[in-house]
Structure formats: C-alpha cells, structure tokens
C-alpha cells in the first residue's frame, strides 16, 4: 500500500465514518426491518411488494456500483458521502408522506442512486486508507461492528418513539392509530440523517498524502482500471462470497417477521428481537477484526459461512416453533454471529489480496455489481414464498434457499483462504 493509507488517521474519523455508513440506510432497510409487520400495515402492500421496491432499488443500485467506484477513486470520500446522506434524508421526509406504491418504486430506485453512486464506494475507500497496512481487520471490524451499533439506537430510538406516540396497548390499536406513530418514526429519522450529512461534510477529513503514481492511477481511464481488477482472482472470489454473505444479511430481515408469525410475539416483542441483534454487531465486528489482523481475514469468513449453514437448517427444518424460544433465541444469535462475521471482512480481504489502494473505488465497484445483486431478487423471493405458502411453511422454504447460497459461500472463501496463501495474483 503506498503513501496515501500509512499516515496516522484520527481516531474520531473512523466514529464518523461509522456513523455516516449505516446512517445512509437506515431509511430503505433498516426500519422496514425492525418495523417490519407495521410497515407493510402503513403502505398497505404485500410482502411481494415490499420485495419489488428492493428490486428497484437493486437494479438502480447495480449500475450505480460501476460507476460509483471510478467516481470515488476522483473525487474526496467527504463531498460524496455528505452528499448521499443529505439528499436521502430528504426522501425519507417524502416517504413520511405515505406515498403510493408506484412513487415507493420511484423513491426506492432513487435510494439506489443516493446511498450507492455517491456513497458506497466513496465509504469503503475512506475505511481502508484508516486502516492503513496492517489494521485493516480492526478498520472494517469497527465500521461494520459500529454500523450494527449505530443501527441499534437507531432502532432503539424508532422503537421509542413509536410506543410515545402509541397511547395504548399495541393489541388494541388501530391501524390508522400505529400509521400516525410511525410517520413520526421516519420523520425524525430523516432529519438525524440530513443532520449527519452536514456533520460529515465539516468534518470527515482523511489526511491523505497524494503520491506520484497513486494520481496517475487516479487518472487513467476507467476502462483501463476495470481490466487491471479484473486480472486478480481474488477479486471473482470476493464476488462469490459477497454475493452469499450478502443474501444471508438480507435473511436477517425476516427475524422480526419470523418473532411475531412464527414465535408469536407481539408487534413491540418483535421490534425488540430485530434491535437487540443489532447490538450483537458492534461487539462482533471488533473481536473478529482483532482476530483476522492476528490471522487472516479469509478464515473468520469460512468460519461464518459454516455457522450461517447450520443456522439455516435449523430454520429450514421447520424445529424452531412458538413452543422453543429459547432454541429460536439462541439460533438467530448464532446465525447472527455468522452473517456479521462475513459481512465485517470480505472487503478487508482487499488488502490480503494485495489489490492497489489507487483502484480500490474501482475494485469495489466491480465486485459489488454482482455481489449486491441480493438487493435485487432477495426481497421478491423471500415475497412470493411467504405470501403463497403459510407462515410456518414459507419461512422454512426462504431458510433453506440460504443455507444452499451459505454453502457456496463457504466455498468460495475456502478458496480465496487457499489462493491468499499463494504469491499469484
């Protein structure tokens, strides 16, 4: 790694940065996550419908990573980020407004653009060069782990303020009575995002020291930086594995589903089973970032495939009922344990796979085009199975179509462990 990633960066840039990567998706996924029945409840749509909204945004999302890489090799991580956060935030004060399913799809494909073209590529760049040569495990562990944080008081907030404005038993509500609470969850959401934008617009400053080569790198034509991470194999393995720890991350989506259908928990129970998982990140992400500096990161992401694998059997088998809590309890933390494990290194296995940090944008861009694809069909999947088969039976289908992308996943990394170990690019 040259010049640009060895300097010193402040401890308080990789908080911010934290903040700013999950602030910038709390609106399109996080909340439809925690709030998941009531949600469905406020729109008036289907689970095929909330699905066909994350298609849109994967479909704007999918181009928007390959050019959205080249763009963040250009241009400072502060301006695009800042950007991003502003101009989503500001669709999160439209989406308070209950718009009609057409203008959701709408709304939905421009969160694509916003938190994909402009913010991603820009984000993971901004990681690695605090990272720097040798912290790169502790660097993603911290901005994924924090990112779970961050989304837990997001959610603990939403929760909050979800039961202020609910003023009696939630059994008892209305729907009409859950709608008005929960426009006050999305208002105040989207202004603590436009809020973090302005933050990170004054203040994400990295202090990178631009080299002679690291500027004709920027600089070269975007074609010429696709074909040059295109040679490395590791880079098609990260593609794979990405493809299968992301899918199983979108799965995560369902356990508050699963709590309230399935478990019978009530809607408030439910909120809780998907905000308590998140605090599981923050401490997750930091004890696998320890380890995979002190070893490699492709092993901790073989570890979390196999731990994903068993964990989606178990659901896929149907043994999790309302009469085991404490096995479904302990089976989404373990699984949990195994999507955030994956989820924390893949792209620290950049600097394992000796990719230049000049192209990193690019890089990022390129895997991310097939390795995001989840956003696409994940949700229209996970949609028709749950709304043509019962609760029970449909869940049990959508979890053991995760344990087979969860044990090709674990292929796939078992190969990049093997080729990491070698001196070929």
Known sequence: MNKEATQKQPLYLILLLILAAEAVFILPFVLPRIFRTTYLESFSITQMEIGSCGSVYGIVALISYLFGGPLADRFRPNILMSVALIITGLGGIYLATYPSLYNLHVLYGFWGFTTIFLFWAAMIKATRIWGGTNKQGIAFGFLDGGRGLVAALFGSAGVLIFSFFITKDIELTSIAERRIAFKEVITYTSYAVIAVGIIVFFFLKLNIEKTESSEKAAKLITIENFKLVMKFKAVWLLMIIILCAYYGYKMTNLFSQYAEQVVLYNKIEAAKVGTYLLYMRPVIGVIIG????????????????????????????????????????????????????????????LEEAKIPLAVTGTAVGFISVVGYTPDIFTGLVNGYFLDKYNEVTGHQITFGIMFVFALIGFIASYKLYKHSKSSSI
């Open 290 to 349: 320890l380890l995979a500096d002190r070893t490699k990161a492709s092993l901790w992401i073989i570890i979390g495939f196999l731990l994903m694998a068993l964990t989606s059997l178990i659901f896929a088998l149907g043994i999790i009922s309302d009469s085991t809590p404490l096995l479904f309890i302990m089976s989404i933390g373990t699984m949990a344990i195994g999507v955030y494990s994956a989820r924390v290194l893949y792209f620290a296995t």
